[in-house]
């Protein structure tokens, strides 16, 4: 009998996406760092069937967990999904840069971080942003060390100087169906960061 031999090499791996910074963004969302390929159904952020992320916008903003997906439901809708964070406002990236996988599997507990983001550029390029969102506990931790602020209870924010804007950082739950909470409950913290920088 063979056995196929996983993708996971060990080997570091680089950011596979570019930042989507679009012109007048206002919030600044960053996870840790994109699954394996093999799981994505798009080229874009959170692309992973399995991740509730684009569930949790479309139940917020369209009372439709499926809005975001594809007529079929195997897929995500990129060019959906792109349209409405230009809409709103929404630019997106990760903590992480390059990153060593220490299993085979998606888990942020298995991320070994070898070059963090630079935020600060990001931030510089997003003058009109005013608050940074971390999507997982160990997005929050790169963050908050990076901006000099405390790590912010999940659901919570924290304040932070940046360039001469006073900003927060926020952490929300992880959109990951491994984070423990109802899809309901995850949106319904979402919902709350959204209204309080104004995108709702």
């Not at 080229?43 to 967990?65: A, C, S, T, V």
């Not at 600060?120 to 929050?140: E, H, I």
Request: charged fraction near 25%; charge should be neutral.
């Amino acid at each position: 009998m063979t056995v196929d031999k996983p993708e996971f090499s060990g080997r570091t791996e680089n950011h596979p996406l570019d930042p989507f910074l679009p012109s007048g963004a206002r919030l600044l969302m960053l996870g840790s760092f994109p699954p394996q390929r093999r799981r994505w159904s798009m080229e874009f952020y959170y692309p992973n069937l399995q991740n509730d992320m684009w569930r949790i916008f479309g139940h917020i903003f369209f009372g439709d967990r499926a809005h975001f997906l594809t007529a079929d439901g195997k897929a995500f809708d990129r060019e959906r999904i792109v349209g409405f964070l230009t809409d709103r406002g929404i630019a997106l990236y990760d903590t992480a840069s390059a990153v060593n996988r220490l299993k085979d599997n998606a888990s942020d507990q298995f991320l070994e971080i070898v070059e963090t983001t630079d935020i600060a550029a990001l931030l510089r390029s997003l003058p009109a942003c005013r608050a940074v969102v971390a999507t997982g506990g160990k997005a929050a931790e790169t963050a908050a060390s990076v901006l000099g602020c405390d790590v912010p209870a999940v659901g919570r924010s924290a304040a932070f100087g940046f360039d001469g804007r006073e900003m927060k950082l926020w952490r929300m739950p992880s959109s990951s169906r491994a984070y423990p909470l109802p899809l309901e409950r995850k949106a319904a913290i979402y919902r709350e960061m959204f209204e309080a920088s104004g995108l709702i």
